[in-house]
């Protein structure tokens, strides 16, 4: 999707409102400065131990954060959806440090990549932005605690069960899928899956549950 420097802006806005309280010409300034990128569903946003570029602004489609373990399972952390912000990379800058999880265009996706002395000077000139950049921490600390809990204190078809009735009547997605979600194996999701199905519980198809 293509924008005009006004479209841009006025998305701008629409998604974080945080951003009216720049006076126009810092805004136009932002705009300039910032490089919008536009990717593909499945692209690599950000590796494990690689430096942080910038600062997105997501504009349409999603982020998927992924962690891996050693062993190859993977387990998604969290969604960063248009209006809302990776606190990975908000840490990353603060710290100066590398990524510590994988970023994953979910679907195709469009953002304003902030560059790195921008951050810094929203983050200490306004504080409207620095009151964004820190509720979000907060928000995001409170659900991945969350997720610590539910991993640490309930069993696995459990989660599955909760994450099922979460999505709705029909999920189409695959076992993989639902296993990075949980943090688990395909091989044991599967195995769950069928015992639900075996109750009558749900019913399988092919990228369908």
Same mark, same amino acid.
């Given at each position: 999707?293509?924008? /005009?420097? /006004?479209? %841009? *802006?006025?998305? =701008?806005?629409?998604?974080?409102?945080?951003?009216?309280?720049?006076?126009p010409a810092q805004l136009v300034a932002?705009?300039?400065?910032?490089?919008?990128?536009?990717?593909? @569903?499945? #692209?690599?946003?950000?590796?494990?131990?690689?430096? $942080?570029?910038g600062f997105p602004l997501i504009l349409?489609?999603?982020?998927?954060?992924?962690? #891996? #373990?050693? +062993?190859?399972?993977?387990?998604?952390?969290?969604?960063?959806?248009? +209006?809302? !912000? $990776?606190?990975?990379?908000? #840490? $990353?800058?603060?710290?100066?440090?590398?990524?510590?999880?994988?970023?994953? @265009?979910?679907?195709?996706?469009?953002? =304003?990549?902030?560059?790195?002395?921008?951050?810094?000077?929203?983050?200490?000139?306004?504080?409207?932005f620095r009151d964004f950049v820190f *509720?979000?921490?907060?928000?995001?600390?409170?659900?991945?605690?969350? =997720?610590?809990?539910?991993?640490?204190? &309930?069993?696995?078809?459990?989660? =599955?069960?909760?994450? %099922?009735?979460?999505?709705?009547? /029909?999920? &189409?997605?695959? &076992?993989?899928?639902?296993?990075?979600?949980? +943090? !688990?194996?395909?091989?044991?999701?599967?195995?769950?899956?069928?015992?639900?199905?075996?109750?009558?519980?749900?019913?399988?198809?092919?990228?369908?549950?």
């Open positions: 999707m293509r924008y /005009t420097e /006004t479209e %841009l *802006q006025q998305s =701008l806005l629409v998604l974080y409102p945080v951003l009216r309280s720049l006076p932002l705009c300039q400065a910032a490089t919008l990128l536009e990717l593909p @569903a499945s #692209s690599e946003l950000f590796a494990e131990r690689q430096a $942080c570029k349409r489609g999603t982020i998927k954060v992924v962690k #891996s #373990s050693r +062993g190859g399972r993977e387990m998604v952390l969290y969604r960063v959806p248009p +209006g809302d !912000s $990776c606190i990975i990379t908000s #840490s $990353c800058l603060l710290a100066g440090s590398a990524y510590s999880a994988r970023g994953i @265009a979910e679907t195709p996706l469009s953002l =304003l990549l902030l560059p790195i002395f921008l951050f810094d000077e929203l983050l200490a000139g306004s504080r409207p *509720q979000l921490f907060a928000e995001r600390i409170a659900e991945l605690m969350q =997720l610590v809990e539910e991993v640490a204190f &309930h069993r696995l078809d459990q989660r =599955l069960a909760k994450l %099922l009735l979460a999505r709705g009547d /029909t999920l &189409h997605c695959t &076992h993989q899928a639902l296993a990075e979600e949980l +943090g !688990s194996v395909r091989e044991i999701v599967s195995r769950l899956l069928k015992g639900f199905a075996d109750e009558g519980f749900v019913s399988l198809a092919r990228e369908q549950i």
